[in-house]
């Protein structure tokens, strides 16, 4: 068995790399392959499908079924092959083939098979008889959600309110297997509709774009009309309201939060949206509806169509609250309208995302704050690359997996940023930004709604723009295409943002005097009023001095340091106060100490193992401050040990 797989792993590498190989402008196609998936999704067209679920909070499972209608495109397909999870337990699975005599269920049979440490197989056999090319098939499968990657149950000491359980999925990238059987790869795309069940008190949401709800039978049906990668299924149950806060918009949160949210965004989402659509097109979606989760949801903030789902924590900073909100709002047209089709090229969704949010807030609030913004992830991006090193792989946009590899996990700034500064350099090469930007609601018009791969974005570009195609931009020295998306290392160009210097300046001025080699006076400190600087010019002055911690050891540096900036920071939002409190780990700020732990004791609340382990999984920084102090203050009791034994 182990030689089969191993012959079956070999060939997916091959297949993948193969795939890479034709990818280059005017190069013929090979057949899309996706190594993180193992369902045979191009047998079949999906047309659409449907759930039907019972939420049961006591027991957290989620139970019904899903109604596959399908079109076979192949001659021959005997086997339906599913993306599933060992947490799904399946009952029963049935065919029906409208006007093939099998309008009555036929009882089918199955098996599961492992696939990776993220997922198995469901391996279904058809009824070969009925089976036919573009003849519609309808499969149901009955099967009840346990302990899976994609659905997280909240005990109520978990939630905002702290009154009621709350339960919501996530299932970027290839966590929603464990929610449905699926072709979970974002290469297919389809309409859905849901039935969803629950007890009484309780609001349920989907990405979805329309929704209605009977009271009296406790039931939300909900339908999306346009078509999306299973990815992008999600739904949040539990005590929640809304606020309408735009023509198209609501604001939906734990009651407890919803007027806070609210007041946060007031009438901005309405107006992001003009923006964008003034850039790159009409929005296609509809609703742009936003739902804040508890700090437990596991990342900053989700795309999911008509549906933005974002963690309640980030309303303490208003400037990354806008950023967030903006970037998710630019992926109704990077990344759900036009999606990578495979998770080696997240970049097309990230980098594309990345441009349109800068975009968006340079109309919006002009090219100094977006600078200034773009300036502290590039800082972050390189210094990733110093940790990582220049020749590591997961630099590169086109990231070849290995079977087996979870696309979760090499999800970076790369695919962002150095997406980002491709993207940017494919806007420099058309001559000007507005031109750009009509290129861009173009290529949305072109390939909306469909699953796209680098070449078809080249490709397009090089159409648009023929006279670059005529002087072979492509290949040119240092800055060829095929670098751009093949190389390791900082990206090979980055754009111009001397037009943030007015707020940059000072930040790098503030470094300088405190890196010098005398301790800066207070009356230059005096000068540099910091209560008035902005939270991204407070997080770059911190990141660039972090860069350098510690400090000088025997000088009033830190001392200096700490009087000058600890109660100011004191105040501000986690996103300030996670890097000052590295500060004083790195640099021995004992009199700060007790901040890192009031710090710990605010954003992790001690309840039964799995609630700390939720917490816990929502912030990457906090833990890497818990274990920075933790080995810190070890390895200074081990060297002071040291030091009185020898002396």
Known sequence: MNGVLNVVKSRLKLASLTRFKCLGPGSPRCPLVDVASASNFRCFQLRHFHLDLRLNFAVKEMSGWLVLDLVPVQLGVCTLVLDSHPSLLIHSIDCKVPGAGLDEPVSLTYRVDPFTDYGSSLNI?????????????????????????AIWWLDSELTCGQTRPLVFTQGHSVCNRSFFPS???????????????VPDGVTV?????RSSYSKQDRVFQFSMEFPVPSY?????????????????????????????????????????????????????????????????????AMENPCLTFIIASILESSEFLLIDVIHEIAHGWFGNAVTNATWEEMWLSEGLATYAQRRIT???????????ETVVRLDALHRQLRLLGDNNPVSKLQVKFEPGVNPSTLMNLF??????????????????????????RDYISEFKFKSVVAQDLIDYFLGYFPELKDA???????????????????????????????LIRPVQDLCDLWRSADPPDLQTLS???????????????????????????????????????????????AEVQIRWLQMVVRNTFYPDLPRVRAFLHKHVRTHKKTAAESCIRQSFWLCFCIVVLILYLFLKLVLVSLWLFYI
């Open 125 to 149: 056999s058809l009824p070969t008889a009925a089976v036919k090319p573009g003849r519609l098939i309808q499969i149901t499968v009955r099967y009840t959600t346990t302990d899976g990657p």
């Open 183 to 197: 072709f979970d790869t974002p290469a297919v795309k389809s309409t859905y509709t849901a039935t969803v069940r």
């Open 205 to 209: 949401l989907m990405s979805a774009s």
């Open 232 to 300: 992008l299924v999600a739904l949040v149950a539990g005590e929640l309201q809304h606020v309408d806060v735009g023509p198209r918009s609501r604001v939906w949160a734990e009651p407890c939060l919803l007027s806070c949210a609210v007041k946060k965004l007031g009438g901005s989402v309405e107006r992001w949206l003009g923006v964008a659509e003034d850039l790159f097109g009409p929005y296609l979606w509809g609703r742009c509806d936003i739902v804040f989760l508890p700090p437990s949801f596991p990342i900053v």
């Open 362 to 372: 340079t109309e919006a609030y002009g090219e100094a704050f977006t600078c200034l």
């Open 415 to 440: 695919t962002y940023e150095k997406g980002f500064c491709f993207v940017s350099y494919l806007s420099e090469l058309s001559g000007d930004v507005t031109r750009f930007d009509c290129f861009l």
């Open 472 to 502: 072979a931009i492509a290949q040119r020295e240092g800055l060829e295409f095929e670098r751009w998306l093949s190389g390791c290392g900082p990206p090979p160009y980055e754009p111009d943002l001397s037009a943030g210097g007015a």
């Open 527 to 573: 000068t540099f009023d910091l209560s008035a600087w902005s939270t991204f010019q407070i997080v770059l002055f911190l990141d660039r001095m972090l860069d350098h911690s510690p400090l000088p050891h025997g000088t009033p540096y830190e001392h200096l340091l700490s009087g000058s900036y600890s109660s100011l920071f004191d105040g501000l939002n």
